[in-house]
Structures are given as structure tokens and as C-alpha cells.
């Protein structure tokens, strides 16, 4: 028959306190870690009607009023292990709600959140609220931390070791709740706030402490952390020593590389090193007896000597044991307690996943822009297990991005643009620590040259921005198909080519330049030059004017070998020089007219026309140091007031009429 709960050393609460007897609990309990205990029950009821119960909350009592414990928990495992004297008896595991996050698994990405705000998101999204802030310290915002395939009860574990908060349960009859803390203040009484120490066998009847071993350990004298500031390009570290009072090694130290950029970061990692290592090297072991206490709780020790003081309890291994029959009892405690004015700070026992290959990402940004990036050249990114964000300005923080060259103010620069798919490597495998390594192409996102049609080509394009199209941007195009190679480069619009110093272009065979519109060349400084070894020359204009100006020099055009023709088909031709006009020819200068010409050789010069006029408006001279001949069918020679011929001899003579006329002729 199964024994009533009242007045027993271990009582079930709640529920199933009338159909289930508790005979035995063995369990242990840390800082910083979940509790776990093993329980016996006996009950009646068969497996059908205790089954609905696993993953419900359930609750005892460890001892008499008014000193007594309560265990709190989920009931994580049962077991039926036999039926005597007309009871099942049961074995079953409690555990805390924390315990359930290990049944997880999960990727994510938080930003701009403090561990605290953090861990507290992940307890409510997964329906658990008993948590309870004690906290002291001000916690920064993480600007990006990523869960990698961990579970939340790994990642919670790992931020908050990494952030020096530490946790412990504050067990009550209808819940157990997180304590989250920070400082040594925060741990909560025992209900007996003095607990003497019982030395003599006579004095362990009452509740109290035994069995004092004390615990030392070497640590390091010192930690130095090593980060990296990115925006202003160096290394950055800190240290830290080991308080005074501990057993130390000073040529022993830490030295790690952390991702903190900031000075004031590291330092603050450094002491949280120091402590963790603090916190595991002093303390002291001891058998208790008294019931009511429990990991985080915290009471004074006297009657030692020289271990007198406060202390919390850190480490609890219990075992109590119910003879439901008899009535009699065990109850056996081993403690573990560390100064209460010694800040505790719990050792790194979750390892951060490792990323040792890439993850595949799409670009992300606001709607409004195809490509988002900042002075640095970094982007923001979504990853495609990513379902809590909407791909946009909030996806990520701002991600290097590794280009294949860089230096000050020069390098290649190629952003990634919102849409395309991206590669992401981790720095020293750490998911908080994204970097953008490459880009590649998918069933959307093409590649620009068809393929595998134009395999033989290779290049770049770009995309006109914003909203181009497939045939705007620009170009650079490598065919290397054999008998066909050919080098592509194409603009969109404007090119710019600018060269310091010279520029050399040689062309085996032949070169074309089409200009829709204009083209200008200005050469400040120096010669242009145009040397045409063999072939023909020619500059064609079909419609418009062609000028050239010379504004200070000479102008020369020299025909080795060859003719020289200017041609001008319609229209008129005119040249105006300013001083003097030479023209020269070895052989002769004929200038023609219709059916007029004068002809100039060495032999001499023939004027032939239908109508020859020579007019002088001042004076007309003819002479000659030999004969002057004046021939023609008439030969008139007239003037309005003298005309004068004179010589040694003249001569005149006629074929037909010789006409000598004027208002005053004189001969002789």
C-alpha cells in the first residue's frame, strides 16, 4: 500500500503526489551547468497513466520543515523496472527546462544584441520564461554572432561563458527558474545562514559541515589577447595578471587571438581569462548534512578556525534515500564552496563550431539599391538557411569582401550586387567572423558569354545601374577559339583612356576607326608624326569643311617621288599668303583656263588666249635686253594722252595696217 506524502523525509509535490511515493533521489548539481537527478518512485498506477507525464514539470521535497530543499525539474526519462507487494516501481531522470534546449539544432544569425537580450530571445521563442536577471555588469551589443548548427542549449552555454555570466536554479514548489549573474552578490541565502563545522563525531548529530579538504591549483600569471581593428588597419592587444593571493607561475601565461577590434574589448576578455582560471583554483571540499542546501546558495561557516568565513556553494553531488516501510532514512551531501566575496566565472566547456569550408549566401540590401556597400567595400549578406530575416538592409552586418588585389587607394574592385550568389569562408573557422571570398553563378544568374556554345571565350561584363538590361554595360572579351582570336573591349558609353607617359600600339595587318560623330586630337606639347612606308594615303570628306591652321611655324609638303595633285570639283580654290608666295618647278608651270594658258619653262613663258589684257593702272613696262616683238594681224597701240616709243632703232612694221594714233604721237 502506498504511503501517504505527510511528514516523510522525501515527498512528492503537485500532481502525482497521490499516486507516486518517492523511496530514493541521487543527483548532482554545478554552477553554470545542469542539474541532474535520478529518483525511485513506487506507485501503483500503471505505465499508461505515469507515460503522460514524461516532459512535465515535477517537483519534491528533500527534508523536514523547516529545513528542507526543493527539487524542481522536467521529468526527461522514465523507466519501469518491476512490480512488488503490489507497486510499480519507476526510475525516472529530472532535469531543468535548460536541458531541453540540448534537443535542438538550429542556424540563425543575431545582430546588434547583447548576450543577455540574446539568450533570453532564444528562451522565449522556445516557450520557456523562468529566467531571472541578476546582473551588475552593462553588456555591449554583438554586431554579429551566428548559431552554426548547434543546439541552443551549446550556443546559449558557449555566449554566456564567453561573456563571464554565470547561472544557477532557484528551485520552488511550482517552477525552477535560471538565474542568470554576474557578481557575488547575487547568490541567495541558505535558509540556515550558519553552518557550524562538526569536527568531533559527537558533533555531527546536528546539521552542519564536515570533512574540510582545502583545494589549490597553479594558474598562469597572465593573459594577453590579440584582435585585429579593421578600420584602422593594426593589431591591437591586452593582458592582464593574476590577482594576488593565488598560486602562480609568472613565466607562465595565455596568449590568444580573439576577434575583438577594440582596445578596451580585449582587456576586458584578458580579466575574464584570469578569473575563469581564479575561479577553478581556490576552493574547498566538505561533507554536509544539511538538506537545504543547494548550488547558489551561500552561508557562513564557523566553529574551524581558520577556514571560518562566507561561502557558496558551487558543486553539489546528493544522495537521499526513504525506507517507505520502515521510515528510515540516508541523506549524504558533498559540496563543493568557493569564497562568496570571489567573483565566480565559469571555464569554457562548449567549443565553438568550426566552419572549415564555405557557405553559400545571396547579396542582400535595400529595394531600392542594386548595389550596397560602404567605404570599405563590404556588403551585406543572407545566408539561405536564414529564416528569420527578410533579405534586406537588416540580413547582416556589413561583410568584407576579399578582392584578388588591394593596397592604399589601389587594387581591384569588384561588389558583389544585391541578387548574386556569394561564397563565404570564416576567418579562423569562426561563424561570428563571416568574410566573402568569391561569387558564382546559378540557374539564375548567368554566366555572360552563352555557354557551352561560346566556351572559348572568356572576359568580364558589367550591368548598366540601375535597372539595365542584358545588352548594357560594359565589356572585356577574350576569344580564344584557333583561327578566330580576337581581344573585345566595349563601352556603354564613354571611354577614357589616359597614358603618364608613352603609349605604343603596333598592328600587323590593318586598323579601323568608325566615329559617328566627331573626333578631336590635341597634342600640347612635341610632334605628330604620320609615316606611311608603302600604300596610299587618303582623307575623304563627303560633306562639311576640312580646315587646318597653323598658328606660329612653317608648313611643308613634300613629295619625294611622285606627283602631287590638289583637286577641287566644285567650287573655288584660293590661297592668300601674307608676304611672299614662291612657287618653283624644275621643269615647268603651266596654269590653264578654258582655252587660256600660260605656260613657264626654262626655255621661257607663253601666255596663249583667246584675249590677252595686261593693264597697269600706273605704269606698264615691257622690256627686254634683246628684241621686243610685238606681232599680229593688227597691232594697235593707242593712248588717251602719249604714247611713246623709243630706241636706238625702231622698227614697225605690217603685213597689213601698222596704225600709229594719239592726241600727241611723237617718233624720233
Known amino acids: 500500500m502506498l504511503l501517504g506524502q505527510k511528514n516523510r523525509f522525501l515527498q512528492v509535490i503537485g500532481s502525482l503526489s497521490d499516486i507516486v511515493a518517492l523511496s530514493k533521489i541521487e543527483g548532482e548539481e554545478h554552477l553554470s551547468q545542469p542539474y541532474s537527478f535520478s529518483v525511485q518512485l513506487y506507485s501503483s498506477a500503471d505505465w499508461d ?65 547583447s548576450v543577455p537580450d540574446m539568450v533570453c530571445d532564444i528562451f522565449r521563442k522556445r516557450g520557456f520564461n523562468d529566467v531571472e536577471l541578476a546582473l551588475k555588469s552593462r553588456y555591449p551589443k554583438l554586431e554579429y554572432c551566428m548559431q552554426y548548427k548547434e543546439s541552443d542549449f551549446d550556443f ?39 553552518l557550524p563545522y562538526q569536527s568531533k563525531i559527537g558533533d555531527q548529530q546536528g546539521y552542519g559541515l564536515r570533512a574540510w579538504h582545502i583545494h589549490r591549483m597553479i594558474i598562469p600569471g597572465s593573459a594577453e589577447m590579440n584582435g585585429y581593428n579593421v578600420k584602422n588597419a593594426a593589431a591591437v592587444s591586452a593582458s592582464a595578471k593574476a590577482n594576488s593571493g593565488y598560486s602562480v607561475n609568472p613565466k607562465l601565461s595565455i596568449y590568444d587571438d580573439r576577434r575583438q577590434e577594440e582596445r578596451n574589448q580585449l582587456e576586458a576578455q584578458a580579466a575574464l581569462c584570469m578569473e575563469q582560471w581564479e575561479s577553478q583554483s581556490h576552493y574547498a571540499r566538505a561533507v554536509n548534512s ?29 544522495k537521499a534515500e526513504s525506507n517507505l516501510e520502515e521510515g528510515g532514512l540516508l541523506f549524504s551531501s558533498q559540496v563543493a564552496l568557493f569564497s562568496a566575496n570571489k567573483v565566480f566565472r565559469p571555464r569554457p566547456s562548449v567549443i565553438r563550431p568550426y566552419i572549415s569550408g564555405v557557405l553559400s549566401a545571396l547579396v542582400v540590401g535595400p529595394s531600392s539599391e542594386e548595389i550596397h556597400t560602404d567605404a570599405q567595400g563590404r556588403i551585406k549578406i543572407q545566408f539561405h538557411w536564414d529564416k528569420e530575416h527578410k533579405k534586406d538592409d537588416d540580413s547582416s552586418c556589413w561583410v568584407r569582401v576579399s578582392q584578388f588585389w588591394n593596397g592604399a587607394k589601389f587594387g581591384a574592385q569588384f561588389v558583389p550586387r544585391v541578387g548574386s550568389e556569394v561564397l563565404v569562408s570564416f ?26 556554345g561560346q566556351k572559348t571565350q572568356s572576359g568580364i561584363a558589367t550591368r548598366s545601374s540601375a535597372k539595365g538590361t542584358v545588352q548594357q554595360g560594359h565589356q572585356l572579351c577574350f576569344e ?70 597653323l598658328d606660329r611655324g612653317n608648313f611643308t609638303t613634300t613629295v619625294s617621288a611622285g606627283n602631287y595633285a590638289l583637286e577641287v570639283s ?49 605704269k606698264l613696262a615691257l622690256k627686254s635686253s634683246g628684241m621686243a616683238e610685238l606681232t599680229g594681224t593688227t597691232v594697235k597701240v593707242e593712248c588717251s594722252a602719249m604714247a611713246q616709243l623709243k630706241g636706238g632703232i625702231v622698227q614697225v612694221d605690217a603685213t597689213g595696217i601698222a596704225m600709229v594714233k594719239g592726241i600727241l604721237t611723237k617718233i624720233g
Open 49 to 113: 497513466k505515469l507515460e503522460p507525464y514524461i516532459g512535465k514539470p515535477l517537483a519534491f521535497r528533500i527534508g523536514e520543515a523547516p529545513n528542507y530543499r526543493i527539487v524542481h525539474g522536467i521529468l526527461t526519462e522514465l523507466q519501469q523496472q518491476g512490480f512488488t507487494d503490489g507497486q510499480f516501481c519507476y526510475q525516472a531522470r529530472i532535469e531543468p527546462w535548460l536541458k531541453m534546449l540540448t534537443l535542438t539544432r538550429n542556424l540563425r544569425v543575431y545582430q546588434r544584441i
Open 156 to 194: 546559449v552555454a558557449r555566449q554566456l561563458e564567453q561573456a563571464g555570466i554565470f547561472y544557477f536554479f532557484r528551485h520552488e514548489e511550482g517552477r525552477h527558474v535560471l538565474v542568470l549573474a554576474d557578481h557575488p552578490s547575487t547568490f541567495t541565502n541558505a535558509p540556515l545562514a550558519v
Open 290 to 318: 544539511y538538506p537545504g542546501l543547494q548550488v547558489g546558495h551561500q552561508f557562513t561557516l564557523k566553529g574551524h578556525g581558520s577556514a571560518d568565513g562566507r561561502y557558496a556553494v558551487g558543486h553539489q553531488q546528493l
Open 427 to 452: 576567418v579562423d573557422g569562426d561563424p561570428d567572423s563571416p568574410l566573402v571570398t568569391g561569387t558564382v553563378y546559378n540557374g539564375v544568374k548567368t554566366p555572360p558569354f552563352a555557354l557551352p
Open 480 to 549: 580564344d577559339k584557333k583561327g578566330e582570336e580576337f581581344v573585345l573591349l566595349h563601352s556603354q558609353k564613354d571611354m577614357r583612356l589616359k597614358v603618364k607617359n608613352d603609349f605604343s600600339a603596333q598592328i600587323d595587318r590593318n586598323a579601323q576607326w568608325e566615329i559617328e560623330e566627331k573626333r578631336d586630337t590635341q597634342i600640347k606639347k612635341g610632334n605628330d608624326t604620320l609615316i606611311l612606308s608603302e600604300g596610299s594615303a587618303l582623307t575623304e570628306v563627303k560633306k562639311g569643311d576640312k580646315k587646318q591652321t
Open 570 to 618: 566644285r567650287g573655288n580654290a584660293k590661297i592668300n599668303v601674307g608676304q611672299q608666295c614662291t612657287i618653283t618647278a624644275s621643269q615647268g608651270i603651266e596654269l590653264t583656263v578654258g582655252a587660256s594658258k600660260i605656260s613657264i619653262t626654262p626655255a621661257g613663258i607663253t601666255i596663249k588666249a583667246p584675249t590677252v589684257t595686261v593693264e597697269g593702272s600706273g
